[in-house]
C-alpha cells in the first residue's frame, strides 16, 4: 500500500506545473491573512524579482535585510544554510547533534515565518566549530556542498545573491569563510550547464546578475572607507504589517531560542552596506537593470495592468470584491503561455500566489487533520476535513483525492454557504515522502535528512528533489477541487453583479496534520507521524561504563505503533560481552502500548578494554526493526519526531574513585548527570536555592552544568555560598560558560578571563603536566585523550590570576598552545577547577578518558578510603 509521491514533490519543488495546485506544505497552524496583509499579497504579485542570501548557520542570516527585502521590496527572498546548526549547543534543553539539528531547522522556519522569507539548507553536517575553510573542506565534501547550492539557484533562479561573510576569514569561523568561498564558485557554476548536469532534467542552468557581499558593522573598523560599497536604509516602516522592519528582524531572531538569541527591536534608520563580488556592475541599487515588473515576461505587461487595478480598487473592509478582478488575472494567465524559461516559472509561481490570495479574500479555510498523532505506514488513517466560506460567493466544495493519486476521488458536489462549517470524515493509506530510501527507512517520517548513513561531515541524501529542503513533505495530503460559482444574490449586497464570467474550478493542496489543544498553549498542529509497527528504545544519551565485571541493567522499552504486536527482543553485543537472558518475548495490545524488558549486561574475561556498542533489536513477523522513537517538545515549535537507532555505548574501562555524594547544578542542560551515576556516583540535582554553604557540606563535590554562569541569574547571590563551601573544604568543578553575557563578572574565587579560544580537533596531542590531578585515582595518559568527538575543548580562560594552577597543555595545527583546558585553585580548605574540555559531549558518548578525568576532578584533594 506504500506509493511513491515522487511526481507530486517535484511538481511542488520545481513550480513548474501549469495549474493552481497551491499549498504551503508545513507542520504550523494554518495561516490566515489580515485585509493589510491580503493587500502586501496583491502588491507582490506584480512583484518579479528574487533574491537569495547565503550562509554557514542557522541565527548566521540578517533578519532586517531579509525582512526588508522580502515586505519592503516584495522580493522572492530566500535564505540558504550550509548546516543546521547541529554542533552548537543547547539552551533549552538537552538535546545534542541531530536532535539539535531538528530544534534549530523548526526555529530557522519559525523565524522565516515572522520575516517573509523562505528556508533552503545543504546537507552540510555542522561538525563543530573550525577556524579555517580548509579545515572545513577536509570535512565536509566541497562538490556536494556546492552543487547543493548550485540546486538551490537553479530552483529559485535570484536575480542577485547575498553572502553573509567575506572569503578573507574575517568571519572567524571556518564555516563562515567556507560558505563565502562556496557562493563565489556557485555563482558561477549554477549558469554553466557542463557542472552537475544531472540535474538539468528537473531545472534549467541560471545566471544570477550579481553577487554582494553584505557588510555588518562587526567587520567594519573605526576609519574604514565605505565610499565602494553599495548602501540602502533597512529600517523603513511597514504600514500595512504596523512594524518597521528592524522591530520585525527581532521577532525573526528571537525565534533562535536554543541559541539564545532573544533580540531587542530596533527602530529608524538602519544602514546596510554591500560589496559587490562577482556580475554586472551596479553603481546605485542591488537590483540595478533588473526589471522586476512583469515587462520582464515577454507577453506579461497586461498581466501587471490587470493586478494594478486589482490593488487600486482594493477594498480593506471587503477583500472578496477583489475576486472577480483577481479571476480575470487568472483567466488571462490560463490563456496565455509564456513560452520563455523566465516566463514559464514566474507564471506558475505567481500562478499560485494568485490562487491564495483569491482564497484569503474568499476567507476560504481548508484544515485536514489526523484523529491521531501517528500511523504505521500500511494502515489507513482517519482524516477530519473542515471546510468553511467566509464570502457572499457560491463555493461548491467538488471533490477530494488524497496525494493526487489517479483513482481515488471522492466525489462530493457539496455547497460551501457561508459561515457554516463542513466538516468531512475520510480514510486513506498514508506514506512518508522518502524517495529512493531503503524499504525499512520508507516506513518512518523521520526528518529526511537523516534516514539515511552519513559522515562526520555530510548527510546523505540520495534524491536530488530532497536536497535544498528545510523539512520533510506531509506524510500525505488532500487535494481539494473547488468549483467558484457565482455571487450569493442573496447576501452579495446592493449592486453587487451576480455572475461571473465562468464556472472556475481550483486545486488546493492540505497537508494532513495531527491537531491537539494544550490547556495553557490552546490549539497546536504537529506533523502526523509514521512510524514502525514497533519502536525500540534505550535511555537517551546514555553509554553503559563498567568499571568492573558486575553486571549492569539494560533497560529497552517496547511501543506499539499499532495494535496487537508481539514479538522477540535480544540485545546485539560485541565479543565477549553477555546478556541476561538472550531473548525475550514481548507482546503489545493496544497502539501506543510501552513495556520495558530488561537485560543484565556484563564483560567477560575476553571483553575488550575501551569502547564497543549494543544495539537492541526487536523482530515482528520475520522483520527485524532496531529505531526507537523520540519527539522533541518544545512550546516554539511543531512537535519533532524522530527515529534514532537503537544503540549506545559500551565501555570497559579500569577506574578508581574517591568520594560518593555529588551535587549537581544543571546549566543551559547536558547529559553530565546520568553518565556520573554510571561509574556509582550518587548524583543529586540542586535548584540555585539550594546552593547554600550548610546544604553542600553533605555533598564530597559540586559540579556545575555547562553556561550555567550564562543563564541562572541567581548564581549572582549564591556564588559567596559556593565560596564558602570550597573555603571549608569542598570541591567545586566548574564546566565551560561562554565569555560573553556572563551573569557575573568573576566566576571563580580569583580573577579569570574567559574568551572564545578553543582547540577544535578533537585528536590534538595534549602535553601533561605533573599535576596532582593528573595522578590520582587514576593515572592519566596521552591514550585518555583519543577517541574524542567534534572538539577537545572551548571558551578556554585567555588569563588567570597566579593562584591557578594548569594541568595540560594542546592547541590546533599551527596554533600557539593553549593552558587553561583545566584550572584548578586551592581556596581555603577546598578546591575550585574550571574546564573547558568538552566533557557534556565526551562523557554521552563513551569516551573512556572523558570519565577518567571527571573522576580525578571531583576526586581531588580526597584522601583514599580506608
Not at 544554510?81 to 530557522?108: A, F, H, K, M, Y
Amino acid at each position: 500500500m506504500i506509493r511513491s509521491l515522487r511526481p507530486l514533490v517535484a511538481a511542488l519543488l520545481l513550480l513548474t506545473v501549469n495549474g493552481s495546485l497551491l499549498t504551503d506544505l508545513k507542520a504550523q497552524t494554518p495561516k490566515t491573512y489580515s485585509s493589510s496583509e491580503i493587500l502586501l499579497g496583491l502588491k507582490k504579485l506584480n512583484v518579479l524579482g528574487s533574491v537569495l542570501y547565503i550562509a554557514a548557520h542557522p541565527d548566521d542570516e540578517n533578519t532586517r535585510l531579509i525582512a526588508y527585502l522580502a515586505n519592503e521590496r516584495l522580493l522572492e527572498t530566500g535564505y540558504l544554510s550550509c548546516t543546521r546548526g547541529d554542533g552548537g549547543q543547547n539552551l533549552v534543553g538537552p538535546e545534542l547533534r541531530e536532535g539539535l539539528g531538528v530544534i534549530r531547522t523548526q526555529e530557522l522556519l519559525a523565524a522565516r515565518r515572522t520575516d517573509g522569507g523562505r528556508q533552503f539548507f545543504t546537507r552540510a553536517n555542522d561538525f563543530g566549530f573550525s577556524k579555517t575553510p580548509e579545515e572545513t573542506f577536509r570535512i565536509w565534501d566541497k562538490e556536494q556542498v556546492l552543487a547543493d547550492m548550485v540546486w538551490v539557484i537553479r530552483q529559485r533562479r535570484p536575480d542577485v545573491l547575498i553572502t553573509r561573510f567575506p572569503t578573507d576569514g574575517r568571519g572567524g569561523h571556518g564555516h563562515h569563510t567556507a560558505s563565502a568561498i562556496l557562493a563565489a564558485e556557485a555563482f558561477d557554476a549554477a549558469g554553466d550547464p557542463k557542472r552537475f548536469p544531472e540535474q538539468l532534467q528537473y531545472v534549467q542552468a541560471w545566471q544570477p546578475k550579481r553577487l554582494f557581499w553584505n557588510s555588518g558593522s562587526f567587520f567594519v573598523k573605526p576609519g574604514d572607507k565605505m565610499d565602494g560599497f553599495l548602501k540602502l536604509d533597512a529600517g523603513g516602516y511597514n504600514p500595512l504589517l504596523g512594524q518597521s522592519y528592524g522591530e520585525i528582524a527581532a521577532r525573526s531572531r528571537s525565534n533562535h531560542r536554543s541559541q539564545g538569541f532573544g533580540s531587542a527591536a530596533q527602530r529608524g534608520e538602519a544602514l546596510e552596506y554591500f560589496q559587490q563580488l562577482k556580475g554586472d556592475k551596479a553603481t546605485k541599487d542591488l537590483f540595478e537593470g533588473v526589471d522586476q515588473t512583469w515587462n520582464r515576461v515577454p507577453g506579461g505587461a497586461a498581466v501587471g495592468k490587470l493586478i494594478e487595478e486589482v490593488i487600486r480598487k482594493y477594498d480593506a473592509s471587503n477583500p472578496s470584491a477583489s475576486v472577480a478582478g483577481l479571476l480575470k488575472v487568472r483567466e488571462y494567465l490560463s490563456k496565455n503561455a509564456f513560452p520563455s524559461a523566465d516566463g514559464m516559472v514566474w507564471k506558475s509561481q505567481k500562478a499560485s500566489e494568485l490562487d491564495e490570495m483569491i482564497k484569503q479574500c474568499l476567507g476560504l479555510r481548508l484544515d485536514a487533520t489526523a484523529l491521531q498523532s501517528s500511523v504505521v505506514g500500511d494502515q489507513r488513517v482517519k482524516v477530519a476535513l473542515e471546510a468553511i466560506n467566509r464570502s457572499n460567493y457560491l463555493i461548491e466544495l467538488r471533490k477530494i483525492n488524497f496525494d493526487g493519486r489517479a483513482g481515488n476521488d471522492s466525489i462530493l458536489n457539496r455547497q460551501l454557504v457561508s459561515g457554516k462549517p463542513v466538516i468531512l470524515n475520510l480514510q486513506s493509506c498514508c506514506e512518508p515522502n522518502t524517495p529512493n530510501a531503503s524499504t525499512y527507512n520508507k516506513s518512518i517520517t523521520a526528518p529526511y535528512w537523516l534516514t539515511e548513513l552519513g559522515t562526520i561531515g555530510m548527510y546523505s541524501v540520495p534524491s536530488q528533489l530532497q536536497r535544498g529542503q528545510a523539512e520533510n513533505q506531509p506524510a500525505t495530503t488532500l487535494v481539494c477541487t473547488i468549483k467558484l460559482n457565482s455571487l450569493d444574490k442573496n447576501t452579495a449586497g446592493k449592486g453587487s453583479k451576480g455572475e461571473l464570467s465562468a464556472a472556475t474550478e481550483f486545486q488546493f493542496l492540505v497537508p494532513v496534520l495531527y491537531k491537539h489543544t494544550d490547556p495553557v498553549l490552546g490549539e497546536l498542529y504537529q506533523p502526523l507521524a509514521v512510524v514502525p509497527p514497533v519502536a525500540v528504545n534505550l535511555p537517551a544519551a546514555r553509554a553503559y561504563v563498567f568499571a568492573d565485571a558486575q553486571p549492569k541493567t539494560v533497560p529497552v522499552t517496547l511501543k506499539a505503533g499499532r495494535a496487537g504486536v508481539a514479538g522477540t527482543l535480544a540485545l546485539t553485543l560485541p565479543p565477549g560481552w553477555t546478556s541476561t537472558p538472550a531473548r525475550q518475548s514481548f507482546a503489545l495490545a493496544t497502539k501506543d502500548a510501552e513495556q520495558t524488558v530488561e537485560f543484565r549486561v556484563q564483560p567477560g574475561p575476553g571483553a575488550a578494554p575501551g569502547k564497543a556498542e549494543l544495539r537492541a533489536v526487536a523482530t515482528v513477523d520475520g522483520q527485524a526493526y532496531s529505531r526507537g522513537i523520540q519527539q522533541i517538545i518544545y512550546p516554539h515549535i511543531p512537535t519533532q519526531t524522530l527515529f534514532p537507532e537503537a544503540v549506545a555505548p559500551l565501555v570497559k574501562l579500569e577506574l578508581k574513585r574517591r568520594g560518593q555524594n555529588v551535587a549537581y547544578l544543571m546549566g543551559a542542560g547536558d547529559e553530565v548527570p546520568d553518565a556520573l551515576r554510571q561509574i556509582g556516583y550518587n548524583v543529586t540535582l540542586l535548584e540555585p536555592q539550594d546552593l547554600t554553604a550548610p546544604n553542600l557540606k553533605q555533598y564530597d563535590a559540586l559540579v556545575v552544568g555547562v553556561r550555567a554562569y550564562n543563564t541562572i541569574d541567581r548564581l549572582k547571590t549564591q556564588q559567596p555560598e559556593i565560596l564558602k563551601y570550597i573555603e571549608q573544604g569542598g570541591n567545586v568543578v566548574v564546566q565551560y560558560v561562554v565569555a560573553r553575557g556572563t551573569v557575573m563578572p568573576e566566576i571563580g574565587p580569583y580573577a579569570l578571563k574567559l574568551s572564545s579560544d578553543r582547540v577544535t580537533v578533537e585528536d590534538a596531542p595534549v602535553t601533561l603536566s605533573k599535576h596532582p590531578l593528573l595522578a590520582a585515582p587514576n593515572k592519566i595518559t596521552a591514550q585518555d585523550f583519543t577517541g574524542w568527538v567534534q572538539e577537545q575543548g572551548l571558551y578556554y580562560p585567555s588569563s588567570w590570576d597566579p593562584k591557578y594552577q594548569t594541568v595540560i597543555s594542546s592547541s590546533d595545527p599551527g596554533e600557539k598552545a593553549k593552558e587553561s583546558a583545566i584550572l584548578v585553585a586551592d581556596y581555603g580548605k577546598g578546591h575550585y577547577i574550571y574546564t573547558g574540555l568538552s566533557l557534556f559531549r565526551e562523557l554521552p558518548a563513551g569516551v573512556p578518558g572523558a570519565f577518567r578525568l571527571i573522576t580525578n576532578m571531583i576526586s581531588y584533594g580526597k584522601e583514599p578510603a580506608q
